[in-house]
């Protein structure tokens, strides 16, 4: 049973950091492109960022960009996502991905984490 477990959510004041991390439990995590997605109260998911398998591509949103950092590091099999600057709206539960393909674009993705709260207040 494949399992995604989110961490490092909370609340924040506007212009905080958080870091999350989302810990998977893939025999073999270097083979899979993880993503980051989050949504809102009231929102459709959304796409936030992902890496690839090597971790050598990364891909973001334009809503973070230049605040937010993926990053993984496939010993422990752990992808991380570095928020910086945060804003009220980037407010939503945020949730990890992972699939076996390579290509940044695609939104599709096989596996799910149950997701972490991120509350950034005014």
């Known amino acids: 049973q494949v399992q995604l477990v989110e961490s490092g959510g909370g609340l924040v004041q506007t212009g905080g950091s958080l870091r999350l991390s989302c810990a998977a439990s893939l025999r073999t995590f270097s083979m899979y492109r993880m993503g980051w997605f989050r949504q809102a109260p009231g929102k459709e998911r959304e796409f936030v960022a992902v890496i690839s398998r090597s971790g050598g591509r990364t891909n973001y949103a334009d809503s973070v960009k230049g605040r937010f950092t993926i990053s993984r590091d496939n010993a422990k099999n752990t992808v991380y996502l570095q928020m910086n600057s945060l804003t009220p709206e980037d407010t939503a539960v945020y949730y990890c991905?992972?699939?076996?393909?390579?290509?940044?674009?695609?939104?599709?993705?096989?596996?799910w984490g149950q997701g972490t709260q991120v509350t950034v207040s005014s």
């Open positions: 991905a992972a699939d076996r393909g390579d290509v940044l674009g695609r939104l599709d993705y096989t596996y």
